[in-house]
């Protein structure tokens, strides 16, 4: 819920009544829960069960199977209610509908079977708090699955479990009591998805168990699966149209100077959402239900509530986790003001070509690597334009020195190299005996700022010096190119790093560095921290904005997947996801 409050571009801005729907989706969310642990529990401890007593099952002639039934289902409900809580804080509608049969089944079973038990009261209590509050779950589920595509999924892995048991059942009919019918077989199949025993008896009790498993199994990877594409959060095909991309554009020539993570919006892998006025933009990707952005918002300072709003509202409409990567301390401000949080994830390096020298004993180390680089022959050149011949080049080159590693990089990097749609650029090479060993790009920041894109060379060149010679030589030429800053690679945990090495360091501040030092040896931590220190940036920090602590770790999940870090494997999601549909960003 809204109130009538506005930003100061005409925009919405949540205000208390926003506060009290997220009070009772806390409340909803717990009591879920509780539910949920309580079901569980009445299942498993002995002294539950033991407390079943059928009254009016028994009174309506239900079998003692039947009691079975409904302990499995109270189980499973419970189960249901506990994985169903985290699609109720995010207020997802099929997590609703679903919650509510839940926790009807479990309240019925209960009244059913038992007498004033604390669960049936519970179950009762969450339903009738659910139904009150359901006009709060309103985000949408996955357009690309839907609920067909849940049916077939549990029909297929439920009558494939059935099929499979029929078949073992009927090729070991010696080891089976009696004769039991095609019917009896089926109904004992069936009855093995929900972990109930059927009619057929055993000699054996390892075929009895055998049977037993295997319906078990496919019942519930039919359960777990059909629930996947029943909650699974949208997660679109990103892409922008030919006109949000001219209007992206447009607030890059007017405001693109703000931040040198501005240009990287121009990702081919990203989606974006306006402000109402259109003089705003936030540039986001959707990957494990978080809705992950980078930088600051793109345009002017004055209309970032209006594309802020927006951006959380279509978050909200969809049901995913928004999250911002690499914002700097104004960016972060307008975020926060939002009931969003932010923490420092670490420091972007950025020179000052003005000032910028080589002179001087603190610049030793770049200088002699560099040297180093020049006397094994390197010749470096600056570019401004590039030849098509050579754009074709350079990517391919690109590419071939990337070899089988995945493409890096989402919030400092533009995905793509040499672009004849990105003119602004600047293409640093570097050769040796007439052959391409190295490159470098940089994408505009402003008119008089280049931010490091890509960073290529040739394998064997690890060592020699070429960057720090391909670095230096573009800062030389900055005053003829009318560049006056330059960034270069963003340092995570910067400052963790620095201050463990500090002398009066506490216990703590240590133990983190060497935790982060460790990490190094898996993911470029402490190693950017040294290449960029070499040059003496000044340091500009930037930072994480999450909705709250709990989001943290699939928040973390998603940045590694979008960094090229890891996250779920290819194989697998295109096994569990169709071809998702474009995004549902708005255009103004």
Known sequence: MLSAGRNADGSAVAGRGAVH????IGLVTWATRLAGVLAVLAVVLPPERRRLRPSLAHWLGLPYQATIAALVITAVAGAGLLCLATGLR????????????????????QLVFRHAHPLALTATGLAVLLVS????FTALPDPAAGRWRALRVFLQFGLTGVVINVL???????HLTGHPSLRDRLEHAALALVGVSGPVGFRTPTLDDLTAGLGLAFGLTAVLLSGYFLLRCAEPRPATTQREQELLRGLLDRHGHRDSLAYFALRPDKSVVFSPTGKAAVGYRVLAGVALSSGDPLGDPEAWPGAISAFLATCARYGWVPAVLGCSAQGATAWCRHRLHALELGDEAVLDAGTFTLDGRAMRGVRQMAARAHRAGHRVRVHRTLEPDLRRHLSVLAARWRGSQPERG?????????????????????ERDGQLRGLLQFVPWGRDGLSL?????????????LNELMITELLAACPALGVRRVSLNFAVFRAALHRGEQLGAGPIARLWARALRL????????????FNDK???????????FPAGRDLPRIALAALEAEGFGGRPPALMHTLRPTPPRSPAPTP
């Open 133 to 136: 509050y359901r006009n709060e």
């Open 21 to 24: 729907g997220g009070r009772f």
């Open 410 to 430: 989402f919030s400092m990097a533009l995905g793509r190299i040499a672009g004849a749609g990105d003119p602004g650029c600047v293409v640093v090479t570097a």
């Open 519 to 530: 990490g190094s040896r898996w993911w470029q931590v402490e190693s950017l921290y040294r």
């Open 535 to 545: 040059f003496r940036p000044q340091w500009t920090p930037r930072f994480i904005v």
């Open 168 to 174: 073992v059942l009927t090729a070991a009919g010696h």
């Open 453 to 465: 894109d890509v960073m290529r060379r040739e394998r064997d060149s690890t060592g020699t010096g």
């Open 90 to 109: 995010r207020r997802k509608r099929r997590a609703w509908q679903l919650a509510v049969a839940g926790a009807v089944a479990i309240a019925v079973l």
